[in-house]
């Protein structure tokens, strides 16, 4: 019994001394398995910090590029009445002497407010001619017209863009599908 007694217990003794090296490989598994979840979050982090700050950049970017959007849309009932105004002078009237100065006070100031809406990114959408853009024009009515169906032949009321964005879409009429002026169906 003695050889037994001997070979059980350096057996024994073999498991005891492999015992400390699995435990400290399972250990550094875990701990390897640990730092590869801390990396994956903190890569996370930074890509949504990234992000935020992106988006942030972006909003601060379009409050200053659109803050005066409320002011600009009351500034073009100005800029209509202006041009209303200055289309409603006979030429007669823009030729005498007593009215001259104020006719080319009213184009100046015409000017200055075209001016000033350009260096503030407010442009006039070109609408007669073009075709019908449901997202820069409004269609009032449908006019007879030789143009092809779907054109703007009239404009009731201009529109304005700020920068990208619409500020307000022009009112127009576009041409019928199918009539032409001047022409008699029945004949």
């Known amino acids: 019994m003695n050889n037994d007694t001997t070979a059980s217990e350096d057996l024994r003794d073999e498991t005891a001394a492999e015992a400390p090296e699995v435990a400290e490989h399972d250990a550094a598994e875990g701990l390897k398995a640990e730092l590869e979840d801390l990396r994956k979050q903190l890569l996370y982090t930074q ?10 950049e972006k909003d ?21 009445n202006l041009t209303r105004a200055l289309a409603a002078i ?16 009213l184009e100046m100031t015409a ?28 269609a009032m009515i449908e006019l007879p017209s030789d143009q092809e ?27 019928k ?3 032409t002026p001047g022409v008699n169906a029945s004949a």
């Open 111 to 138: 000017k200055e407010l075209d001016n000033v809406f350009q260096r503030n990114g407010i442009t006039r959408i070109d609408s007669l001619g073009a075709k019908l853009d449901p997202n820069k024009h409004q």
């Open 149 to 175: 169906p779907g054109t703007i032949v009239q404009e009731m009321q201009a529109g304005y863009m700020i920068k990208e964005r619409l500020l307000r879409p022009a009112l127009v009429g576009v041409a």
């Open 90 to 105: 006979p030429p007669a009237m823009r030729e005498e002497e007593g009215t001259k100065a104020l006719v080319t006070g």
């Open 177 to 179: 599908a199918g009539e």
């Open 60 to 80: 601060a970017a379009d409050a200053r590029a659109y803050a005066a959007t409320g002011f600009a849309r009351d500034m073009l009932s100005v800029a209509d």
């Open 47 to 56: 890509a949504e910090t990234q992000n935020v700050r992106r988006r942030m």
